[in-house]
């Protein structure tokens, strides 16, 4: 042999001897440990997994039949889901189910939205069910791969408003498998991330294998919903599937805001018009060169008079409880201009004397002489005769 041919043989072993050692240690199977044998439908148990991944999601339910019927032979309402530490191990106590098939039964542990690989069956004898024929085990498990998810539709113009709308979720799924899957039911979810309400689902019917069937569920947000909306689906624990939504109230903000607007437009209006209000005209002058307060108080008769122009004189007649005449008010002031008809007045029977008035009115300080007033210190004259009031008080009305 040449040196070229040695040197090539070498090689070639040298190659074989790397190939046939182990590369590391591969990761071990999934297993799954009951803590007891038998137990009876509603009992807890314990169960223990090892070798699954870690951080995976791993559904344990009670199926009779050996599971071979996939969910239909299982009691799916009795289903639990269990997280995986990062060791590969997880241990959690399981409310037995009552299969809806005979047994033998197991307790069937599949890994959520996992490969083929990830389902594990614990034989467990479930006292007090129906013990059947042990069925035919397949080598090919059960599963359903997910082709599609997704909400279609949109929501009506009422939800803009705060009112529930229905969506309809699409949801489609493939039979890979060499066996049917008969009749498993359709749990859809919708809530704030993940979980949430039930939806009430038709049957399903069977899957053949190779077939692809779509299912069309409707989905409805509650009332006043606002933000993100998770909707979840599966088919007795195969194919999970997610989908989201979102939904906005946008004509309830609309309304509150242009309610906010027409608040803040009407009070400022309120102001402005307070601030633009025109001033009361001045009253032109009496005849007689004398102007009276629009309030005079009258102290002999306990009382007020008060004139159109006074404030609050609108509020103050609603609450009189009654008026002067025209002719009392002649008897009480004693002036013939008043129009009474007679346009006479006889003298001495004035209650208040106007002129006595004007002569008080000019002697205050500041205050201007009346037209046909005489200046200076007056005689003292009374403003008001008790005798002409205690006759106009005694005479019949």
Known sequence: MTRIGRTLTAVVCGLAIGLALPTGPARAAEGLTLAAPAAAPGDRLGVNGTGWPGGALVQLVTCGQLAVGGSASCDTRAAL????????????????????VPCPCVVHATLVGGTARGQVDAPLELTGHTMGE?????????????????????????????????????????????????????????????????????????????????????????????????????????GPAEATLRTYPWGLFLVHLLGGTLIIVGVARRFAARRDRPPLPAMAAAPTGTLLPSVVRVGSLGAYLVFDDAPGAGRLRRRANAHLSVAALRDLLGDAGLPNGSGTEAAGTAVIDLTALDAVLAARPGAATPAGARAGNQSAAAVIDLAALDTYLGSPR
């Not at 995986?84 to 809806?100: I, K, M, N, S, Y």
């Open 81 to 100: 889901a269990v997280p995986v530490r990062p060791d590969g191990t997880f241990a959690v106590q399981l409310v037995l189910g009552t299969p809806p």
């Open 134 to 238: 042990t069925p035919t085990v397949s080598t090919a498990p059960v599963r359903l791969d997910l082709v599609e998810a997704r909400i279609a539709g949109r929501p009506g113009w009422r939800s803009l408003f705060g009112a529930a709308a229905t969506r309809t979720l699409v949801y489609t799924v493939h039979n890979p498998g060499p066996h049917p899957l008969p009749n498993p039911p359709l749990n859809v979810r919708i809530g704030r991330d993940g979980g949430g309400d039930r939806i009430s689902t038709p049957g399903t019917g069977g899957i053949r294998p190779g077939e692809t069937r779509t299912y069309r569920i409707p989905v409805t947000t509650p009332f006043a919903a606002f933000g993100r909306y998770t909707v979840q689906a599966d088919l007795g624990g195969f």
